[in-house]
């Protein structure tokens, strides 16, 4: 089967770095996905990873190894408002996104 | 309207009604889909589009349909309510569907509620 695996629920403090991690274990794999989701609200686009190697954009990076099917999400210089779910998803072999869970992040000042 | 439309945003339905959820992009997107959102577990697609005027099945189908008479609505329909499909319903859409990042853009979500 196809199997997606984040941590359930992560706490920082206001101003650390904290990393997500995921491991995936897809039929085929065609890219990595990491969205925010504040409660309440939409899923929003944050990164993509079809490559090995690291994708900074801003405070956020994303990490992809597909050899051994893990990914990670760094985040930087923390602030209240990165309180959210991130959410990692594959696409796989047929072009369908695979979600994680998600990992709720606390961010305590 | 910018984005992605969906309604109502909540709705509490009695066991065996049968209930639409609408959802209107105006981003000419030629790909649409449907995920429900229960805690403790990752989106799950239900149908798909991936042009006006077809359709597919998605990992949840059962007790769900959808149309998509053209590129910019497309409806959800529970034709029989159970309690089991109590969720939040995300639609959503991207430029295309297959290779590349054809990143999603999600609606507000609707929340249903099957008592």
């Not at chain 1, 997606?4 to 085929?28: K, L």
């Not at chain 1, 990914?71 to 779910?85: C, F, G, P, T």
């Amino acid at each position: 089967g196809q199997n997606i695996d984040q941590p359930t629920e992560m706490t920082a403090t206001e101003g650390a770095i904290v990393q997500i991690n995921c491991t995936y274990q897809t039929s085929g794999f065609n890219g990595l996905f990491w969205y925010q989701q504040h409660a309440g609200e939409a899923p929003t686009f944050l990164s993509y990873n079809v490559l090995d190697g690291l994708e900074e954009k801003g405070r956020f990076s994303s990490f992809l190894s597909r050899s051994k099917g893990y990914s990670y999400l760094l985040l930087k210089e923390l602030q209240m408002k990165d309180s959210a779910s991130y959410l990692c998803a594959v696409k796989d072999s047929n072009y369908q996104l695979i979600w994680g869970a998600g990992t709720k992040l606390i961010i305590k000042p | 309207i910018a984005g992605i439309t969906q309604a109502p945003t909540s709705q509490i339905l009695a066991a065996g009604r049968r209930m639409t959820l609408r959802c209107t992009q105006d981003m000419r997107h030629n790909a649409m889909y449907w995920y429900r959102q229960d805690l403790g577990l990752g989106l799950r697609l239900i149908h798909y589009s991936n042009t006006a005027g077809t359709t597919g099945k998605g990992e949840v189908p059962d007790g769900y349909s959808v149309s998509r008479a053209n590129t910019d609505d497309f409806p959800l329909t529970l034709a029989s309510a159970v309690p089991s499909q109590t969720s939040v319903y995300f639609c959503a859409s991207s430029v295309g569907q297959g290779s590349g990042a054809n990143v999603l853009t999600f609606g507000a979500g609707s929340r249903l509620t099957v008592l």
